[in-house]
């Protein structure tokens, strides 16, 4: 009896040791598709029509050839035949090359987005809710372990009052300096703002923010009070068209308000992440209903799917017409901010919001450049919004534009963008990090995304994110 006692509490000291070995385990990510695509120390495209994205270049040079050693652009002239030796070439003939795309709000919950977000053709990313898992991502990218685009990482948000999130940092119970010191630290990028930000608050956030050299983006704040101390001279920009509606315009907006705030955004030389296609998807749910949550569910973490995306498609199924009618109104109206914003030549700068309604990684930033020439962009100018413009915002120097001495982070697709923005769902290949990835590893890339991590090791991660905020 005794013997079993000893037994019994050793096996029930056991199960701690057990969980936590388990939840250590849930952390560790390991290789993620780094099988996938073709290594390559030289790589030349031949015959193939070019969109630099170059200012003062022209829109289209046909015919090149594009050089590429050690992930780097070389050289790019017109293809005569030259004799060229390279580990890969690639017959362009009747493609035309792009620039990898940026997505400068983004939400990541599975490591399993992150060669999702490649497949599409998104080569560099902005998380706006970093974790210490985001942190382990970029670096295993880095040495090739996973397949994924860069990562420029925010700090969680900072946040105060009756809306705080449970990943958002309370700044009631922090020294603002020293949080904000001690991310940058641990290798964080810039700072989130959020709504519930005081006037104080932002003037001390964006103090420490010039003394240590950080840069601030978020959301403007509820307190209209607080506006002018969110204009610090660090933000770079401001996210969520919706929230310019409401914060700045009361929903409502006319020629003579937005042109004083359009001026103050050019004066700061501060651009807008509009992150349209949230909203839009909301809309999309009510009129196309399952059909549209059919096509976009495989691509969403099943935890996430059900503790936010079930229950806010619920929520929107089941409002009032009257509440149904209003989420409708909020579409139209950041349509007409959208256009006010480019009307006035503010620097606009795609990003997405990918996680909170079936907004996917990688798909919804094709989905939002169409949402941008629907509303009176040329196709051009959408392609700006998510190359020149966004690299330019994330403080890539050598990325954003086909250019020699800039990075190789390319997307060559089968028909032309400027004809028609919808060209850039039919993809050839994307290049990035020294690798070539062809369509039929590109859909393999896809397939590996569509096993979504479970319940449990998503659990293990977002408890790690919260201990340690």
Same mark, same amino acid.
């Given at each position: 009896?005794?013997?079993?006692?000893?037994?019994? #509490?050793?096996?029930?000291?056991?199960?701690?040791?057990?969980?936590?070995?388990?939840?250590?385990?849930?952390?560790?990510?390991?290789? /993620?598709?780094?099988?996938?695509?073709?290594?390559?120390?030289?790589?030349?495209?031949?015959?193939? %029509? &070019?969109?630099?994205?170059?200012?003062?270049?022209? *829109?289209?040079?046909?015919?090149?050839?594009?050089?590429?050693? %050690?992930?780097?652009?070389?050289?790019?002239?017109?293809?005569?035949?030259?004799? &060229?030796?390279?580990?890969?070439?690639? %017959?362009?003939?009747?493609?035309?090359?792009?620039?990898?795309?940026?997505?400068? $709000?983004?939400? +990541?919950?599975?490591?399993?987005?992150?060669?999702?977000?490649?497949?599409?053709?998104? !080569?560099?990313?902005?998380?706006?809710?970093?974790?210490?898992?985001?942190?382990?991502? #970029?670096?295993?990218?880095?040495?090739?372990?996973?397949?994924?685009?860069?990562?420029?990482?925010?700090?969680?948000?900072?946040?105060?009052?009756?809306?705080?999130?449970?990943?958002?940092?309370?700044?009631?119970?922090?020294?603002?300096?020293?949080?904000?010191?001690?991310?940058?630290?641990?290798?964080?990028?810039?700072?989130?703002?959020?709504?519930?930000?005081?006037?104080?608050?932002?003037?001390? /956030?964006?103090? !420490?923010?010039?003394?240590?050299? &950080?840069?601030?983006?978020?959301?403007?704040?509820?307190?209209?009070?607080?506006?002018?101390?969110?204009?610090?001279?660090?933000?770079?920009?401001?996210? $969520?068209?919706?929230?310019?509606?409401?914060?700045?315009?009361?929903?409502?907006?006319?020629?003579?308000?937005?042109?004083?705030?359009?001026?103050?955004?050019?004066?700061?030389?501060?651009?807008?992440?509009?992150?349209?296609?949230?909203?839009?998807?909301?809309?999309?749910?009510?009129?196309?209903?399952?059909?549209?949550?059919?096509? $976009?569910?495989?691509?969403?973490?099943?935890?996430?799917?059900?503790? +936010?995306?079930?229950?806010?498609?619920?929520?929107?199924?089941?409002?009032?017409?009257?509440? *149904?009618?209003?989420? /409708?109104?909020?579409?139209?109206?950041?349509?007409?901010?959208?256009?006010?914003?480019?009307?006035?030549?503010?620097?606009?700068?795609?990003?997405?919001?990918?996680?909170?309604?079936? !907004?996917?990684?990688?798909?919804?930033?094709? *989905?939002?450049?169409?949402?941008?020439?629907?509303?009176?962009?040329?196709?051009?100018?959408?392609?700006?919004?998510?190359? !020149?413009?966004?690299?330019?915002?994330?403080?890539?120097?050598?990325?954003?534009? /086909?250019?020699?001495?800039?990075?190789?982070?390319?997307?060559?697709?089968?028909?032309?963008?400027?004809?028609?923005?919808?060209?850039?769902?039919?993809?050839?290949?994307?290049?990035?990090?020294?690798?070539?990835?062809?369509?039929?590893?590109? $859909?393999?890339?896809?397939?590996?995304?569509?096993?979504?991590?479970?319940?449990? #090791?998503?659990?293990?991660?977002?408890?790690?994110?919260?201990?340690?905020?």
């Amino acid at each position: 009896m005794r013997i079993n006692r000893i037994k019994k #509490r050793y096996w029930l000291l056991g199960i701690p040791f057990l969980i936590l070995i388990s939840a250590l385990l849930s952390l560790y990510d390991g290789k /993620i598709a780094s099988d996938i695509g073709n290594e390559y120390g030289s790589l030349v495209l031949r015959n193939v %029509n &070019v969109i630099s994205m170059k200012a003062g270049e022209g *829109q289209l040079r046909s015919k090149q050839l594009v050089y590429i050693s %050690n992930g780097v652009i070389k050289t790019i002239e017109p293809d005569y035949g030259q004799p &060229v030796e390279a580990d890969i070439e690639i %017959n362009g003939e009747g493609k035309y090359l792009i620039p990898g795309l940026i997505d400068a $709000h983004t939400h +990541f919950f599975d490591v399993k987005d992150l060669p999702q977000s490649i497949s599409y053709g998104v !080569t560099s990313v902005r998380v706006m809710s970093g974790f210490p898992m985001h942190l382990r991502w #970029r670096e295993k990218i880095s040495k090739g372990a996973i397949v994924g685009p860069r990562m420029i990482i925010s700090t969680p948000a900072f946040n105060y009052g009756k809306n705080i999130g449970p990943f958002h940092i309370n700044v009631d119970d922090i020294d603002i300096h020293s949080k904000i010191k001690s991310y940058k630290e641990k290798g964080y990028d810039l700072v989130k703002v959020y709504s519930g930000l005081k006037k104080d608050h932002l003037k001390e /956030i964006h103090s !420490t923010a010039e003394k240590i050299d &950080v840069d601030v983006a978020g959301h403007l704040p509820d307190d209209i009070e607080a506006v002018d101390a969110f204009f610090g001279k660090k933000l770079v920009s401001v996210e $969520h068209v919706e929230l310019i509606s409401e914060v700045i315009f009361g929903n409502k907006p006319d020629s003579s308000n937005m042109a004083t705030y359009n001026n103050r955004l050019l004066r700061g030389k501060i651009a807008v992440v509009p992150t349209m296609t949230v909203i839009k998807n909301n809309v999309q749910v009510l009129e196309e209903g399952d059909e549209f949550i059919k096509q $976009h569910a495989p691509l969403v973490n099943p935890l996430i799917k059900k503790m +936010f995306v079930n229950k806010r498609v619920k929520r929107l199924k089941q409002a009032s017409k009257g509440l *149904q009618n209003a989420f /409708i109104e909020e579409n139209e109206l950041n349509k007409v901010i959208l256009k006010g914003l480019h009307a006035n030549k503010v620097t606009i700068v795609a990003g997405t919001d990918t996680g909170p309604i079936y !907004t996917i990684n990688g798909l919804s930033l094709l *989905q939002e450049l169409e949402t941008y020439v629907e509303n009176g962009f040329s196709s051009y100018e959408a392609l700006e919004t998510a190359t !020149t413009n966004a690299a330019t915002l994330l403080g890539y120097k050598r990325l954003g534009q /086909i250019s020699e001495g800039y990075i190789a982070d390319l997307v060559l697709l089968n028909e032309n963008p400027l004809e028609d923005i919808k060209a850039i769902h039919n993809r050839e290949g994307v290049i990035t990090v020294n690798k070539y990835f062809n369509s039929d590893k590109l $859909h393999k890339l896809l397939e590996i995304a569509k096993d979504k991590t479970g319940y449990y #090791r998503t659990v293990v991660r977002l408890l790690e994110s919260k201990i340690f905020l």
